[in-house]
C-alpha cells in the first residue's frame, strides 16, 4: 500500500511529504520512502499560522479550509503520475488542550481530498482525546513497529519528545519546549534558525535563565504528559524575551536546557538497559552543537544520528503508517503512552 504522510510541525519550517510503501510480511512491517519533499510556507502563511489561536471562529474555519486546500494541492503537484491509496494528514495543531478533552489539527480532510483527487485520512488524536488520553504523543505506534532495534527514539522538532521500550511494552512523552525556543532566538537576528548550532556554540549559559526554564511543574510530572505549543508561547518564551543577556548567550542556554532534559531523562530509563542506542531525529538532530551537548551528557549511551531522509521524514513516516493502521482498522494509538482509556483507531476518512 502507497500512503502519502503530510506533516506540518510548531517550528513553522513548512509542509513536510513522504510517500512510503507498507508491506505487512511475517516478521512484521517492511517499509521505505519512496521520496520525499519540505515546501516550504510563504511569508503570508507564516504570519497567519502565528496569529491562528488568536483568530476568530470564522477566520479559523477559512484556515482551515484553505490549508487543506493547500495541503491537497502540494499533494497533487509532489505525486504527480504516481498512482497512491490514500493521503494521511497530521494538519497543523492550533489547539491542544487534554485537560479540556480537546485537540484541534487544521487542514480540512474532504478539502485535501477535494483538491488532490485522492482519498485522506486526517483528525489522528480526537479518538483517544475522547477516551481521556492526551491524544499525544502518536509516534510511538511506529517507533514499535517500524524502527524495533532501538531502546529509545527521540524527536527534536518545536517539542522534544521520547518514546521507551521496556519489557515489550512502549511509552512515551514530551520532554521539553526545543527548536520553538532556538528557532524564536535566531529569528531576532534575522535567521530562520542557528546553522549546526553556531550562534550558541559562541554563547556561555546563563544560570539564572536556565533555572527559570527548569522550574515548571511539567517536569515534575510523571508520563502520560505533554505540551501545548501556546503553553509555551506563553511560559517559556517570555523568559527568553524579557532577558537582557546576548542572542548568543540565550542560545546557548537553550541548548543546553534541551540537551540536559533529555539527557536526564535517558539516564533515568536507559542507565540498566542492555541497549543503550538511542535514534535521534527531528530537525534538531542537524544541530551538531546540539547533538554534541546531548552526547556529552549522555555518558554511557550511544547516540545515534541517521541520515537525512529519517531526520526529515520520520514524523511524515509515522503520520503515513497510521493512515496505513487506519485502513486495515488496526489500532494506531497506544493506550500506554497516552493514558487513555484503551487503545483506539484514530483518523477520519474522506474517500474520494
Request: proline share 3%.
Amino acid at each position: 500500500m502507497k500512503i502519502l504522510g503530510i506533516m506540518s510541525g510548531s517550528s513553522l519550517d513548512g509542509i513536510d511529504l513522504a510517500l512510503c510503501e507498507f508491506e505487512k510480511e511475517k516478521s512484521g512491517i517492511k517499509w521505505k520512502i519512496l521520496k520525499a519533499d519540505t515546501i516550504e510556507y510563504s511569508d503570508e502563511w507564516k504570519e497567519k499560522l502565528k496569529t491562528l489561536p488568536h483568530l476568530s471562529g470564522r477566520e479559523l474555519t477559512l484556515a482551515d479550509y484553505h490549508i487543506g486546500y493547500l495541503f491537497g494541492k502540494e499533494s497533487k503537484r509532489f505525486l504527480g503520475n504516481e498512482k497512491v491509496d490514500f493521503i494521511a494528514s497530521h494538519g497543523h495543531t492550533v489547539f491542544h488542550e487534554p485537560d479540556n478533552m480537546m485537540t484541534l489539527q487544521i487542514g480540512n480532510g474532504s478539502a485535501i481530498a477535494a483538491a488532490s483527487g485522492i482519498s485522506t485520512i486526517y483528525d489522528f488524536r480526537s479518538m483517544d482525546i475522547g477516551f481521556g488520553g492526551q491524544g499525544a504523543p502518536v509516534v510511538p505506534i511506529a517507533d514499535r513497529d517500524l524502527f524495533p532495534g532501538f531502546t529509545a527514539l527521540v524527536n527534536i522538532g518545536g517539542i522534544s519528545n521520547i518514546s521507551i521500550k521496556k519489557s515489550g511494552e512502549i511509552f512515551a512523552y514530551d520532554i521539553s519546549p526545543a527548536n520553538q525556543l532556538l528557532n524564536f532566538l535566531a529569528q531576532k537576528s534575522g535567521k530562520d534558525y542557528d546553522k549546526d548550532g553556531e550562534m550558541a556554540s559562541k554563547g556561555k549559559v546563563v544560570d539564572e535563565v536556565m533555572k527559570k526554564l527548569l522550574s515548571f511543574d511539567y517536569f515534575d510530572l510523571i508520563y502520560p504528559k505533554s505540551l501545548d505549543n501556546n503553553f509555551i508561547k506563553n511560559n517559556f518564551i517570555p523568559i527568553l524575551e524579557n532577558d537582557n543577556n546576548s542572542i548568543e548567550d540565550k542560545m546557548a542556554t537553550g541548548v543546553e536546557f534541551i540537551a540536559k532534559t533529555l539527557a536526564d531523562e535517558l539516564k533515568k530509563h536507559l542507565g540498566n538497559s542492555n541497549n543503550k542506542q538511542v535514534l535521534i531525529t527531528g530537525g534538531g538532530a542537524k544541530n551538531t552543537f546540539l547533538i554534541k551537548r546531548i552526547t556529552a551528557l549522555s555518558e554511557g549511551i550511544k547516540i545515534i544520528v541517521p541520515d537525512n531522509l529519517i531526520i526529515d521524514f520520520k514524523e511524515a513516516l509515522m503520520i503515513a503508517y497510521m493512515g496505513y493502521l487506519r485502513v486495515n482498522k488496526e489500532n494506531n494509538v497506544l493506550s500506554s503512552v497516552t493514558g487513555a482509556s484503551r487503545d483506539s483507531i484514530g483518523g477520519a476518512v474522506c474517500v474520494v
